[in-house]
């Protein structure tokens, strides 16, 4: 572990020299978020003993149900909860429970892997953009009675995307409920005693924002996931929706390839926990 951080502070030193010879404000910037991403992990606390508000208050990443909650912007990977904008049941005794939960500002590049209250789900095929699939038979946590208790359909977040064909089977839910530029989740859970006390709590490892790159002549390369954290901060400079929404031209763009040379081998892991 001692290597390791020593390892770290060797390269945040090198970088902080390096960022010298920058444009001052750059170099801030760049700076200020190698600090922040280089922060302490804070350790998952369990949530035994405590309800949903604690949680919240420690910071831990777990659903909210809000019409004001504040939408994450996910740079690299990580594990997130979200927050629930739709509840809804049906069927005979409310046999299903319908779900749906924004996770992040979009476009995302991936989702990996669903959570339902800590289990990791097995999907009978992988996750993709706008499809629906539904629990594997292999899993034993939520394939009951050779029946799936969950289907999902993800949404990564494009300006275009359309509403859910799952959840449209509802007349609360309309063509018009696009959520567009947001990556969410559309799920359908079918009530069995032995798999769900509650309602479920979801969780999504993602891959997050798709971010624009600059090759050596400075041209802009088509949005694609990235650790690099040049990259990503001049994402949020210049995003006009959540972030500071700089125009390209007050960029020092040479500055930001610079130093995303300096980060692409060195300070990427960073970006995976």
């Known amino acids: 572990m001692g290597s390791f951080v020593s390892s770290v502070v060797s390269v945040a030193i090198k970088a902080s020299n390096y960022f010298k010879n920058m444009n001052p404000l750059v170099s801030l910037g760049i700076t200020l978020f190698i600090s922040w991403a280089l922060r302490p992990k804070v350790p998952e606390i369990s949530d035994f003993g405590t309800n949903e508000f604690d949680d919240f208050e420690r910071g831990i990443l777990l659903n909210k149900q809000s019409n004001d909650a504040n939408i994450p912007v996910i740079y690299g990977e990580r594990l997130t909860g979200g927050t629930r904008i739709f509840l809804e049941t049906s069927g005979t005794d409310n046999t299903y429970l319908y779900m749906a939960i924004i996770m992040a500002e979009g476009e995302i590049n991936d989702i990996e892997e669903i959570l339902i209250d800590d289990k990791v789900v097995t999907w009978a095929s992988a996750l993709s953009n706008g499809t629906e699939v539904e629990v594997g038979s292999g899993d034993s946590n939520f394939y009951k009675d050779s029946t799936s208790l969950i289907r999902i359909e993800p949404h990564y977040g494009t300006d275009a995307q359309s509403a859910s064909t799952l959840l449209s089977t509802l007349s609360n839910w309309g063509s018009n409920h696009k959520l567009s530029g947001l990556c969410y989740l559309a799920l359908r859970f079918k009530w069995n005693q032995d798999a769900f006390t509650g309602i479920p709590k979801v969780q999504a490892k ?68």
């Not at 040049?230 to 390209?248: E, H, I, M």
């Not at 020092?252 to 390839?257: A, I, M, R, T």
């Open 206 to 273: 993602i891959q997050g924002k798709k971010v624009v790159a600059y090759n050596s002549g400075l041209v802009a390369q088509t949005a694609a996931y990235s650790t690099n954290p040049s990259w990503c901060l001049l994402d949020y400079l210049t995003n006009a929706r959540y972030g500071k929404g700089l125009a390209v031209t007050e960029i020092d763009l040479q500055s930001f390839y610079d130093a995303s040379l300096v980060c692409e081998t060195q300070v990427t892991t960073i970006f995976r926990w």
